[in-house]
């Protein structure tokens, strides 16, 4: 009856690190495709900000790049935008924001913003004094086994460089 009872604790001793090692990987795994999302997505965002000659801000959780040479088709138009009810945050290669054509970057995206600068860092608050671009938003994803997990992303600031600003 002793080792029948020193071998139940051993056994909820595995057990519950096993659990526990299981949901922690769990949340490592969240981490990681979070964090390679957000990776590629600022990636792309980045290299169509610095090529771009003109921006429009549609709103505060969308703005529409114009990239000479790029996007032939859609006349180099490019539009990034956050969608709340979807939390994503995609880009579409023309300025309207129906979702075909659309490229999903980031899923589950609870909080986005942009934030826009002139050229010598203050607020901007025109699209002809826009000079750089940045993006702040928080991912968050969850799963049955582990808690969720949270990622606040604050990118850096890219400059418009083929962009004439006042």
């Known amino acids: 009856m002793i080792a029948s009872s020193i071998g139940t604790m051993v056994l909820a001793g595995v057990m519950s690190t096993f659990l526990m090692l299981g949901r922690s990987g769990a949340n490592v795994a969240n981490y990681s495709v979070m964090e390679a999302q957000a990776r590629r997505a600022l ?15 549609n709103s505060t959780t969308s703005i529409t790049l114009t990239i000479p040479n790029n996007y032939a ?12 009810t ?6 579409t290669p ?10 999903n970057l980031i899923r589950n995206v609870i909080t986005f913003s942009y934030a826009r600068f002139d050229r010598i860092n203050n607020p901007a608050v025109q699209d002809m004094t826009t ?9 968050r994803t969850t799963t049955r086994t582990a808690v969720g997990a949270s ?3 604050l990118s850096a600031s ?3 460089r083929n962009k004439y600003a006042n």
Do not use: H
């Open 94 to 103: 023309r300025d309207s924001l129906s979702a075909s054509g659309q490229n």
């Open 151 to 153: 990622n606040i992303i």
């Open 43 to 57: 990636e792309e965002f980045s290299q169509d900000v610095r090529m771009a000659s003109a921006i429009t801000w």
């Open 158 to 160: 890219f400059i418009l």
């Open 131 to 139: 000079k750089r671009v940045q993006i702040s938003m928080t991912a």
């Open 73 to 84: 088709p859609t006349s180099g138009v490019v539009t990034y935008a956050y969608d709340g």
């Open 86 to 91: 979807n939390r994503v945050f995609f880009r």
